[in-house]
């Protein structure tokens, strides 16, 4: 049996270019490239759109306009650059293309590759842990301050210092904040202030500048002398957009020297009002103290007057007259409360006395004896008119009536028959013969018919 070849899958173009760029996208998840831009362009949608190359080989590149905001340096032709990228495909011309999220100059590649190195070393230390950050006094007795003694950043620290709390004292620990002995001068005055002791807040601080301008404020010895540190530090490094490993080893980032001196004192104003209010609040309670003592004073007082004997027994003869009044109106209402429940069972017992009773049932006998009475002699007398208007009927139609008037009845003497017939007689039978007036008996002497 042949065995039936595989048909193979067949791509729509489309098709082709997405599983490349899914294929892509899931080999390279992001990539740093180095290269020279060329054939910049940007339209003005606000996104750019570039070529990256070597003396090899070029690749299409897109960075888009919200991930500029970041960038260090404005992109230009010949420009020798490192770019973060997720490598892509854009599907509709089948052309492969880096999506770059950050780029910077090719000389700052070196130090940004090692910021970020040295910030996964620390980090995995815990050395940024939040746990460890130390909260900030809320009112320093001194404030001490670490940076260049000739810098514009003292200026502005000094200057927002003075206009908020002037009472402070500041002590300033000199330090290059730049050059090859910057970092370990920042990591000695830091050293310098915790063994003194003298201040309880520390702002480390400088203005802003490139990336090698602040690069003593990348260094481990600094880092870890921030961390170490038993007075809480604050720093304030070059610009809002600058971010130092100082930065995040720091209990607490400013964004500026300026705003690390706001960080560090309280505002003078707020505290006057907070002791405005304070005072305030004192005087009500002292004005409620001393109303309310004068209160329990007066209610004392009369709690005394009130305990008094003679005050007693007033309030004991009060309350025995109102117990005596009370006591007579009780008696009074149960004596008529009895009352009313012997008149309820007199007429009660009334209702049941058999002498009552019995002449009731006398005069109801009497009234049925009458009533008896009267209703026989109605019966007898329709029972004797009655027997008169039968008697009359039955007279009427009676035999005796109709021998009064002539007839007689035969009967035979024997059998006592009525003799209906001359075919009932024979010769010498003996029959009877009643009239009106009585009986007769005859012999039958012969038979005549018709």
């Not at 492969?96 to 590759?113: F, H, P, S, T």
């Not at 970020?116 to 940024?128: D, H, I, N, R, V």
Request: glycine fraction near 6%; hydrophobic fraction near 40%.
């Amino acid at each position: 049996m042949n065995a039936i070849p595989l048909q193979p899958r067949i791509y729509t173009v489309s098709e082709l270019n997405r599983a490349a760029a899914l294929a892509l996208g899931e080999h390279f998840l992001m990539v740093w490239v180095e290269g020279e831009i060329s054939n910049l362009s940007a339209p003005s949608s606000g996104h750019l759109y570039f070529s990256l190359k070597d003396a090899g080989a070029q690749v299409r590149c897109a960075l888009f306009k919200n991930q500029q905001r970041g960038l260090r340096c404005k992109p230009v032709n010949g420009m020798k650059v490192i770019v973060r990228a997720e490598v892509s495909l854009y599907e509709p011309r089948g052309d492969y293309q880096l999506i770059v999220e950050r780029l910077e100059a090719a000389g700052d590649g070196a130090l940004r590759r090692a910021f970020e190195a040295l910030c996964w070393k620390l980090s995995e230390e815990g050395l940024f842990d939040p746990s460890r950050k130390k909260s900030l006094p809320r009112l320093p007795r001194a404030i001490g301050i670490v940076t260049s003694p000739t810098g514009a950043a003292l200026r502005d620290i000094l200057s927002v210092l003075k206009r908020r709390f002037p009472a402070i004292p500041v002590i300033i620990y000199p330090a290059s904040v730049q050059g090859a002995n910057a970092k370990l001068e920042v990591a000695a005055a830091i050293d310098i202030a915790n063994r003194h002791a003298d201040c309880d807040v520390l702002i480390v601080a400088r203005g802003g500048g490139s990336l090698e301008d602040l690069q003593a404020f990348n260094e481990e010895i600094v880092a870890r002398a921030i961390a170490a540190s038993s007075i809480p530090v604050i720093s304030g490094i070059g610009h809002e957009t600058d971010v130092t490993i100082a930065d995040f080893a720091a209990d607490l980032r400013a964004a500026t020297p300026s705003a690390a001196a706001e960080h560090a004192t309280p505002d003078r104003q707020q505290w006057l009002n907070a002791f405005m209010q304070l005072d305030k609040r004192l005087e009500q309670f002292l004005q409620r103290k001393l109303t309310g003592t004068h209160q329990r004073l007066e209610w004392l007082g009369k709690r005394l007057k009130q305990q008094h004997p003679g005050q007693k027994l007033r309030r004991n003869a009060q309350r025995l007259d109102e117990l005596a009044l009370r006591l007579t109106q009780g008696m009074l209402r149960k004596q008529q409360q009895h009352l009313h429940q012997l008149a309820a069972a007199n007429a009660k017992l009334w209702q049941f006395n058999p002498a009552a009773r019995l002449r009731s049932q006398q005069q109801r006998q009497q009234y049925l004896g009458q009533r008896l009475q009267r209703a026989m002699q109605n019966k007898l007398e329709q029972n004797r008119l009655k027997l008169a208007n039968t008697s009359q009927t039955l007279h009427a139609v009676s035999p005796l009536a109709t021998l009064s008037r002539g007839y007689a009845l035969v009967t035979e003497t024997k059998s006592g028959r009525l003799v209906r017939s001359t075919r009932q007689l024979a010769a010498g039978d003996r029959i009877q013969t009643r009239l009106a007036d009585g009986r007769f008996v005859s012999e039958v002497v012969d038979i005549l018919n018709g």
